[in-house]
């Protein structure tokens, strides 16, 4: 009899390991997954990208040979602790909702008195060469660690910003017909190794959103949001839009008023 039972347990565990089971592949693979963002999270090496943002944060550079520490990134000039987690925001002096990326570029160009050309013209890393944005964008990103995300987008024009996202985020377009929703609008869906989230929920989007800028391994640098959005809406089949475009922040600006409350945690580790 008991070995009879054993027999049935010893089978149903091997129906488990070996018969196709989806969901147990599916945990599997999460399960390392996990536990390969564990061990590179003792030593991401984003932490150094996050130096680096300090030291250009407070280096005099620029035609101005001013440094960045006078930036108004929301919470009044040089306030950074939990900056991040409030963008995208309503800026009076520009008239304009601005992400982190945007209202940096911006101190860039009015405080060391770069172009906006050369200011973001190296807006994202390549072999060999490092970017100042990168680097800049870890260390404010950082200082929000521990914060809730708070984007209630209470502002009229946060609101149009927040509505827009939302259209976009939704809306089928391009040769594929594809919309963000399409990859990112259910819960558990995944394409290949990768779990995709549901941004539609606070949970899904605070998981998300909580841990960007993030380092990503298949790529060995750090992507700030804007150049995550850029690459999903390659991946859509869209026409990319411009670096800093009111279409990202829209997209922002929807996704952080989703995620808001969560608590943030970067810079992350992704595939
Ligand atoms: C064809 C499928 C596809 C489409 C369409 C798509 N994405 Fe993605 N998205 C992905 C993949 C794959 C990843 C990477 C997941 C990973 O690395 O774990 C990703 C990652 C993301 C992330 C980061 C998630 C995280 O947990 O860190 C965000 C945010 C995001 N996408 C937003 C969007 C938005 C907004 C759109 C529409 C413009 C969009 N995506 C369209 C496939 C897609």
């Known amino acids: 009899m008991v070995q009879r039972m054993l027999k049935t347990v010893v089978g149903v565990a091997l129906a488990c390991a070996f018969g196709g089971s989806a969901i147990a592949q599916d945990s599997k693979v999460a399960d390392e997954l996990a536990k390969y963002r564990e061990a590179l999270a003792d030593g991401n090496p984003a932490d150094l990208l996050e130096v680096k943002g300090e030291s250009l944060w407070t280096e005099k550079r620029g035609p101005k040979n001013a440094s960045l520490e006078q930036c108004d990134m929301g919470l009044g ?21 601005m992400d982190v990326e945007s209202r940096l570029v911006h101190c860039m160009m009015t405080l060391q008195g770069f172009t906006k050309e050369e200011a973001t013209r190296q807006w994202f890393s390549r072999p060999g060469k490092e970017s100042d944005i990168e680097a800049l964008v870890t260390f404010i990103g950082a200082k929000s660690n521990g914060m809730k995300i708070n984007v209630p987008a209470t502002h009229p024009e946060e609101a149009r910003m927040a509505k827009m996202g939302e259209y976009i985020f939704y809306r089928r377009s391009g040769p594929q017909d594809f919309s963000c929703s399409i990859c990112h609008g259910q819960d558990g869906k995944r394409i290949r190794l990768q779990d995709l989230g549901n941004l539609t929920t ?33 991946q859509a089949r869209w026409p990319e839009p411009n670096y800093l475009a009111d279409s990202i922040i829209a997209l922002e600006t929807y996704l952080q008023k989703t995620a808001t409350g969560t608590v943030m945690e970067t810079p992350g580790i992704k595939r």
């Open 77 to 97: 000039p040089g306030k950074l602790e939990g900056a991040y987690a409030s963008l995208p925001k309503y800026f009076k002096d520009t008239n304009k909702v």
């Open 202 to 234: 606070q949970e899904g989007a605070g998981t998300a959103m909580k841990t960007w800028p993030s380092y990503r391994v298949s790529q060995g640098a750090v992507w700030t949001m804007q150049r995550r959005l850029i690459d999903c809406m390659r």
